[in-house]
């Protein structure tokens, strides 16, 4: 899901400005330790989609080796158990300045699926993994990535997955300097450091065949997942636009309805819709549905306030075949020239003036748990910062649910 204000600002607030709401625990809605998996929430009532943690169980090798683990691996004595978010050392207190590692490593990682997702879709997702990798699964290449800092998203089912017996999946990852893809500058020049492995959370996801998207593995260029913008926003009311990609894989053509609602943190519905689709063998569709709310809660640095967005698709019988919710926030965001920066038609006020955020921390460099980045913009926060700066880059999603 994607919250999006209008095109021509996108890139300067998604990659370089974050708000930072109020850390007083009165104000901010639902609860502050509430972080997303893989982009979502799952419902609390259903099995239609189940998500793992892919986190435990690794194996990790420091240089290169020369072949890539296939069927069979068995580590040696070169191999380390390791768990993820993984780094690739320990490091000083000063995790900058060129003495960090650079170069090849490798993760493996041996799997059976469990037995009641057997029949499912599988996909798996890498929040981030530093530099540019290839990733093989049973010895066969599914993935050759660029940039360290987006989600990398495969489709397991489609390649050579193994539903009853083990497979085993390998990355290679390399944190070398490298011009070809962004920021494209040797580390050394540079005021923060490229500190490698597969350094953020990874996720293993069960789907039916009839499910919603992943804007990350659909490739549609700004589409897929859930799309969401607002229209008419004031303290009196506001349009909730959302852009629903529903896929079928299945063997027959399905006609299905998404329902999208919204929820305030009272629990109580304040805006609800559906829609009927047609889903072809092999195909997709996005549906676009518009949810009026009455007097919204806007959201702002001050006033952080948020609500549930709960999308689900539904087969004839009323049941829900997919689903999950997100939390959003509803605001306008402006840039009016020479006037400066309107939040929800006020002038901001403020200069745009705030911190600079890196995920590197003495000690930890990169490798961060989720509750790391909420004590960090809690400190922003406490600080007096309502304003981050993103670092050019992509955010760990659980910095980004700590700034809502």
Known sequence: MKNHIPLKFELLFAAVMLFVGSSDCQAIRFDQSLFSTAGFHKLENSDSRRIYSFNNGWYFHKGDLPETPGEGFKPTKAWKQVQLPHGIEPLPEEASGGVNYQGIVWYCKRFVLPGEIRDKRISLTFEAIMGKCKIWLNGRLIADHK?????????????????????????????????????????????????????????????????????????????????????????????????????????????????TYLQNDAGEIVGKTSGKLLLHQNSSKTITQRLPVMHPGLWSPDEPNLYRLYSLVKNNKNEIIDGYYQQIGIRSIELRGSEGLYLNGKPFGDKLIGANHHQDYSSFGSVWANNLHWQEAKLMRDAGIRIGRGSHCPQDPAFRNSCD
């Open 147 to 259: 940039g360290g800092y987006l989600p990398i998203v495969l489709d397991l089912t489609k390649n050579h997955l193994k539903e009853t017996s083990e497979n085993v999946i390998a990355v290679m990852a390399d944190n070398s300097d490298d011009g070809s893809y962004p920021p494209g500058k040797p580390e050394y020049t540079l005021d923060f450091a490229y500190m490698g492995g597969i350094y953020r959370d990874a996720w293993l996801l069960a789907t039916n065949d009839v499910h919603i998207t992943d804007a990350n593995g659909t490739g549609k260029v700004g589409g897929g997942a859930v799309f969401v913008h607002y229209e008419k926003v004031s303290g009196q009311s506001a349009d909730v636009i959302v852009q629903t990609d529903i896929l079928n894989e299945g063997a027959n053509s399905r006609r299905v309805v998404v329902e």
